[in-house]
């Protein structure tokens, strides 16, 4: 069967049926204008800069915040409702620690202490102990953290005198002193530093005394006791070394107290001779110096150290006294307050014919001057 073959000549169609695609035209894009442009990156720098901005917010605020949650550091000073005491208290207390004020029987001039702290702005309890009885010392260091939650600052500061000459010194004056000067100091930081070691942060200052250097005639026990108070005070800086604890002691010499205020003037200046700078410390001078080594940074890298604080004393040479021939048994040393005593032979006071008790070299002591200050160091010799 034949089949027929056609072919198209339209001109718009070409052999074999093929058609060719249309083109596609590229999609039309509308560029935004310069002004337009720089409209935007304004827009984006100032979006940026505001989450910038609220970030740094964010962490100032989170490090206020952190900064408000740090709390004041906890401090017990012990002996605290006078003198030296009572100074470093109320320092510590006026530079915002929270303060526990340790007294063993004055406690309307402790309670006295704590309402001066308060109405510097501060925060501070009372606690009457004896710290040489470890129950109190316990009881003591409880109260501390019941109330403030730690123990960051110890101050051992609690003592007494039992001023005599050895010979005549009785067992139980020895024991008291040793007990409440030495022992004391040892179970309140044996007490106070377990706290501390938790944190892994405290400061220790033990108020020492410079006798505790020099020795002073008719005070064996205090003069021991507080020599005992440095040996152990560089023994548990390097215990407590490693833990971030710094331990130090304070060794004061002649500080204004109710005594010297009592003292003639003729009197307190043979007193003064002795002290290089001229003047008795006064109680603030050794709390300054206390302030310093418990709460500034830069007293961070001290510890096991012994800082004198004494005008100068310790490097004064002082007269020898010579009492001469006075039989050993008939020379009687008689305290007449916290740091002066009476040299009596019988009941006069010591001194020569001349009227004066003399010294070697060229200084003399007038009879009328007694009693002379222990701080004197003074030596007696007899005939025997």
Known sequence: MAVASFTCTSPAITSRSTIASPRRSAPFVSLPSPNAVRASLRSDRSSTFSSVTTHVTAVENALVQEAVKVEPPVAIVTGASRGIGKAVALALGKAGCKVLVNYARSSKEAEEVSKEIEALGGQAITFGGDVSKEGDVEAMMKAAVDTWGTIDILINNAGITRDTLLMRMKKQQWQDVIDLN???????????TKIMLKKRKGRIV???SIVGLTG???????????????????SVAKEYASRNITVNAV????????????????????????????????????????????LNPAAGYITGQVLTIDGGMVIKVFPVLNIGAVPADMLMFVPTGTNTAEYRNGSEPV?????????????????????????????ITTND
Do not use: W
């Open 206 to 208: 033990n108020i020492a």
């Open 351 to 379: 001194s020569s014919p001349g009227g004066a008790v003399k010294c070697r070299g060229s200084s003399q002591i007038p009879a009328s001057d007694l009693p002379v200050p222990l701080s004197n160091d003074l030596v």
């Open 182 to 192: 030495l022992t004391g100091v040892f179970l309140c930081t044996q007490a106070a």
């Open 251 to 294: 060794a004061p010499g002649f500080i204004a107290s109710d005594m010297t205020a009592k003292l003639s003037e003729e009197v307190e200046k043979k007193y003064l001779e002795h002290i290089p700078l001229g003047r008795f410390g006064q109680p603030e001078d050794v709390a300054g110096l206390v302030e310093f080594l418990t």
């Open 216 to 234: 002073n005639i008719g005070q064996a026990n205090y003069s021991a006791a507080k020599a005992g108070v440095i040996g152990f005070t560089k």
